[in-house]
């Protein structure tokens, strides 16, 4: 993986050789690995090494861009030279901002060196010990263990350098009986917070808890959603963007500052957050602001790139994707507030529920509405008389995503999962309008 | 180029692979889109790179760089061989592939025109007039249009001998409209949705494109459905598009005839198949009149090539015949599985850095006799629908909810009021012995779908889907 150095020689190899009014680059390099394993042995176990360049140049009102992951000299001369010639055709834009000039940055600390260090014979040892959790209650196993890290940066013309190194590492497993299926996965920037072993057993025990599922009819049920599927649903929100806000194609549109979820739904873009760690900056080198986006169930506040910002006289917020970014902000690093009770109390509390592990293939069928449709999947349970009674066969749901974050009756704390710092939460009516044998 | 991969063939035998196979990579793409009358995007790019696949000691190793240097190359070869080492120390039994005969040939997309020659002025000015047609029409808050290009030039070769060049070009158009009014918003798009249009074709496929024409007639479709009336709730005769069909035959038929995901390797992830090893020849997949084939060798598929990335030979064969399921998308490793002495072929990977899985190739629905008119007139009490707008199955590919930009309602024969909002839901099987009518050839059209997402690292892929308008009785329409 190329060093800090290295990219920022790089970068000052594309501004030497750059003629246009204004330049601008993003070098990343990455490696990365990952082992996957099914009917309890590895199938696939792979490695990549790879890095990349683009380049932004501004003539007058012009702009064009051009990438490659060649870094010899002839490739950055070219690629220099394609983003100047497309940038003399491309048509003038008369709201083209100038680039920024240097900025400050807060510090992360999302590179973790011993993840780095973590082989393919340390990965098929941790899956081993994961395979044989499962073969001890003749079960399949089936999974991926990933590690790997990435640095990337971006500079201008004007003097601006930005940079951020992170590492990651993601163990998930599906145990697989005849009649069922139980899984559990957790990704983190640090290696000491995935316990494979552990994550195999929850796995197994799952697996194990919902073989021979009886079937319950689709309807409206009280149910307790793990972190994993709360950030699905979570992640279906698209709509804190103020330029969606502006076209009218968010879900938020003349809806800021309205109650539009429960009192205790409190959401924030926030990279800063330890369990994230995300990077501190845009695509157009603006520092990221911790973002709340809905306080108290109130919609709050949304994301702006440097465009829009300008265009509603605020600042930008740091999430624009950089160049044209002709759709918006996007809003990262989301954290939701959780609540003071533990999964075990929120199926002790319930009389009759569902609890559901994950869920599948999620789409939007409104996104005005925030309807969305998916599947259930590997651990869903039925809950009786406060406790666990026994597995069931899956669900399909159509469910109002802003009526089901209107009733939620109880939190855990939050954790990250999916990309997301969430909690598992209880909530009630939610929607299954049809079933599947499917395991 | 040979010096090259041979260096990597030798390291990794000599190191001890029973097996190994390198590509080298270089893929030129370029892309231009237009919002509301401005240009969006626009970008060339490069990409280069290799990857070594081995096996040794019974069990697979894949490594990868964007370095293509001879030292590069053996270290890379090298790691492949360590990593497959540390697969074998978790194996039931040793891989062996289905064999092929060592192929040594040049194979290139056959094109009029290259799109990279074309000037980025003409696209744009294309592009920008697309705009501005759908721009004039009420209602419409974003108007967006997009070509794209990628031109991949790939080396393949193996320790049995083979050693094939192949140059695969793919071409991409398509507009769509957003109209927001009272609280809604919605969206038409034209050829397809999902990008618009893809083909293994020139810029001449842009060209031959009604895209200009069609523009405003997309528009108003999108704010005329603002204020149509929601889709009923129901059970009722249901009549699919081909954009709509193309993507029915990926969801219910492709990926579960995907013999890795039947084997388990996905389980984890994308899912496994209700279409198991056993219901091969026997199962009624669906009604005598469905047909479907898969064929890597068709004109102008996403997926048409003439080699796959383990160096077999591109093929046509039926995985559904007169409604009985009689065959898989399989390769080296899992073609004897069931009994098949030779790979269909299926193995494709997402560029130099992934592994070749099983993927899809093109996979149509034969046609049938009907003309659309006379398929209309024959249909009491249905809706007809078509691009799709959502998509959603459960993990064995048997639970499926699609949902779609527009849909007509059919009283008595005859297409009356425009329908927003449809949605259907039913079960793979019980969804194709329902068919009982499919259009004739004259409606058949080859739709490509260019982001099909599958594997771990996540890997994309593009094939096609050849389907002409169909249809379904009583179906749950929500």
């Known amino acids: 993986m190329l060093s800090k150095d290295e990219i920022k020689n790089i970068m000052d190899r594309v501004m030497s050789i750059s003629t246009a009014d204004e330049t601008s680059a993003r070098v990343s390099s990455s490696r990365s690995s990952l082992t996957r394993f099914a009917e309890s042995h590895i199938h696939q176990n792979v490695s990549e090494d790879n890095v990349h360049l683009s380049v932004n140049a501004i003539l007058g009102k012009r702009m064009g861009d051009a990438s490659t992951n060649k870094l010899d000299d002839e490739s950055i001369k070219k690629v220099v030279a394609d983003a100047i010639e497309i940038a003399k055709l491309v048509p003038p834009d008369d709201e083209l901002l100038p680039r920024l000039g240097p900025q400050k940055y807060r510090e992360v600390q999302s590179h973790d060196p011993s993840i780095d260090g973590i082989t393919s014979m340390d990965r098929a040892q941790s899956v081993a010990e994961a395979v044989s959790l499962c073969e001890e209650n003749n079960l399949r196993a089936a999974g991926a263990f990933s590690n790997g890290s990435s640095c990337g940066a971006l500079g201008n013309s004007?003097?601006?350098?930005?940079?951020?190194?992170?590492?990651?590492?993601?163990?998930?497993?599906?145990?697989?009986?005849?009649?069922?299926?139980?899984?559990?996965?957790?990704?983190?920037?640090?290696?000491?917070?995935?316990?494979?072993?552990?994550?195999?057993?929850?796995?197994?025990?799952?697996?194990?808890?919902?073989?021979?599922?009886?079937?319950?009819?689709?309807?409206?049920?009280?149910?307790?959603?793990?972190?994993?599927?709360?950030?699905?649903?979570?992640?279906?929100?698209?709509?804190?963007?103020?330029?969606?806000?502006?076209?009218?194609?968010?879900?938020?549109?003349?809806?800021?500052?309205?109650?539009?979820?429960?009192?205790?739904?409190?959401?924030?873009?926030?990279?800063?957050?330890?369990?994230?760690?995300?990077?501190?900056?845009?695509?157009?080198?603006?520092?990221?602001?911790?973002?709340?986006?809905?306080?108290?169930?109130?919609?709050?506040?949304?994301?702006?790139?440097?465009?829009?910002?300008?265009?509603?006289?605020?600042?930008?917020?740091?999430?624009?994707?950089?160049?044209?970014?002709?759709?918006?902000?996007?809003?990262?690093?989301?954290?939701?507030?959780?609540?003071?009770?533990?999964?075990?109390?929120?199926?002790?509390?319930?009389?009759?529920?569902?609890?559901?592990?994950?869920?599948?293939?999620?789409?939007?069928?409104?996104?005005?509405?925030?309807?969305?449709?998916?599947?259930?999947?590997?651990?869903?349970?039925?809950?009786?008389?406060?406790?666990?009674?026994?597995?069931?066969?899956?669900?399909?749901?159509?469910?109002?995503?802003?009526?089901?974050?209107?009733?939620?009756?109880?939190?855990?704390?939050?954790?990250?999962?999916?990309?997301?710092?969430?909690?598992?939460?209880?909530v009630r009516d939610f929607n299954f309008t049809s079933g599947t044998d499917a395991v | 180029m040979k010096d090259l991969t041979d260096l990597a063939l030798d390291t990794a035998t000599r190191l001890g692979a029973s097996y190994a196979d390198i590509r080298i990579i270089r893929t030129q793409y370029e892309s231009v889109s237009a919002k509301n009358e401005k240009v969006s995007g626009i970008g060339k790019s490069e990409d280069e790179g290799f990857g070594v696949r081995v096996i040794v000691d019974g069990a697979w190793g894949y490594s990868s760089s964007s370095r293509v240097t001879k030292s590069e190359i053996e270290r890379i070869s090298a790691e492949a061989v360590d990593i497959a080492r540390a697969s074998a120390t978790l194996k039931k039994t040793d891989v062996v592939l289905a064999p092929e005969e060592p192929h040594e040939d040049v194979w290139r997309t056959p094109i009029q025109k290259d799109p990279f020659k074309v000037p980025l002025e003409t696209k744009i000015d294309l592009l920008l007039k697309i705009n501005a047609g759908m721009m004039k029409v009420k209602d419409i808050k974003v108007a967006s249009s997009q070509m794209s290009f990628m031109k991949e030039l790939q080396f393949f070769a193996n320790n049995e001998g083979s050693f094939i060049e192949q140059e695969i070009l793919r071409s991409g158009a398509g507009c769509s409209a957003t109209a927001v009014g009272d609280g809604d918003m919605q969206i038409r798009s034209f050829p397809s949705s999902h990008g618009g249009g893809f083909m293994c074709r020139g810029y001449e496929m842009i060209e031959e494109m009604p895209l200009l024409d069609n523009a405003q007639q997309t528009a108003e479709e999108a704010s005329a459905l603002l204020r149509a009336p929601k889709c009923p709730e129901k059970k009722a005769d249901l009549i699919l598009g081909g954009s709509q069909l193309a993507l029915q035959i990926h969801e219910s038929v492709g990926h579960p005839t995907e013999l890795d995901r039947v084997l388990g390797t996905e389980a984890n992830y994308a899912g496994t198949s209700f279409a198991t090893t056993e219901k091969l020849g026997k199962?009624?997949?669906?009604?005598?009149?469905?047909?479907?084939?898969?064929?890597?060798?068709?004109?102008?598929?996403?997926?048409?090539?003439?080699?796959?990335?383990?160096?077999?030979?591109?093929?046509?064969?039926?995985?559904?015949?007169?409604?009985?399921?009689?065959?898989?998308?399989?390769?080296?490793?899992?073609?004897?599985?069931?009994?098949?002495?030779?790979?269909?072929g299926a193995m494709r990977a997402d560029g130099w850095q992934r592994i070749p899985l099983i993927r899809m190739t093109n996979i149509s629905l034969m046609p049938g006799e009907w003309t659309l008119d006379d398929l209309i007139a024959d249909t009491k009490d249905g809706i007809y629908m078509d691009s799709n707008k959502s998509w959603s199955i459960d993990q064995k590919r048997l639970n499926f909810q699609f949902g779609t930009e527009i849909a007509w309602e059919i009283k008595n024969g005859k297409k009356t009021r425009m329908l927003k909002n449809a949605v259907y839901q039913s079960m793979t099987p019980e969804f194709w012995n329902s068919c009982d009518a499919i259009c004739n050839q004259d409606h058949f059209v080859l739709w490509g779908v260019a982001n099909c997402g599958k594997g771990q690292p996540g890997q994309t892929a593009e094939m096609s889907h050849g389907a002409a308008p169909a249809r379904f009785r009583n179906i749950q329409i929500l």
Not at chain 1, 167 to 193: C, E, I, P, Q
Not at chain 1, 334 to 357: D, H, P, R
């Open chain 1, 158 to 426: 004007k003097g601006l350098f930005a940079f951020h190194k992170s590492s990651g590492v993601n163990f998930s497993m599906t145990a697989l009986g005849d009649d069922s299926s139980g899984w559990a996965g957790k990704s983190s920037h640090r290696r000491a917070k995935v316990d494979t072993k552990s994550l195999g057993a929850i796995a197994v025990a799952k697996a194990v808890k919902s073989q021979e599922p009886k079937e319950i009819p689709p309807g409206k049920y009280t149910v307790i959603l793990e972190p994993a599927a709360v950030s699905v649903m979570v992640f279906m929100f698209g709509g804190f963007n103020a330029l969606a806000v502006d076209e009218g194609r968010s879900f938020l549109a003349g809806k800021m500052g309205e109650k539009v979820l429960g009192d205790n739904i409190t959401l924030t873009s926030d990279p800063y957050h330890p369990l994230h760690q995300g990077r501190p900056f845009d695509g157009d080198g603006v520092p990221t602001k911790r973002v709340v986006l809905m306080e108290n169930g109130v919609a709050a506040n949304l994301v702006y790139d440097r465009l829009t910002a300008g265009k509603h006289g605020v600042e930008p917020t740091g999430h624009g994707g950089g160049g044209r970014n002709a759709y918006g902000a996007y809003p990262s690093s989301i954290v939701m507030e959780g609540g003071n009770a533990t999964l075990e109390e929120m199926i002790a509390s319930t009389e009759k529920g569902v609890l559901v592990t994950r869920f599948w293939y999620m789409r939007v069928v409104d996104p005005m509405k925030v309807i969305v449709t998916g599947m259930t999947r590997d651990g869903t349970f039925w809950i009786e008389n406060g406790k666990i009674a026994y597995g069931i066969k899956n669900f399909r749901f159509n469910q109002d995503v802003l009526d089901m974050l209107s009733k939620v009756e109880m939190m855990s704390e939050s954790t990250l999962a999916g990309g997301m710092v969430v909690p598992a939460m209880k």
């Open chain 2, 283 to 344: 199962l009624q997949y669906g009604s005598p009149v469905v047909n479907i084939v898969a064929d890597s060798t068709v004109p102008h598929g996403l997926a048409t090539i003439g080699y796959d990335d383990e160096g077999v030979e591109a093929q046509r064969w039926h995985l559904i015949e007169n409604g009985l399921f009689v065959g898989y998308l399989t390769s080296r490793e899992t073609a004897p599985v069931v009994g098949e002495k030779r790979s269909r």
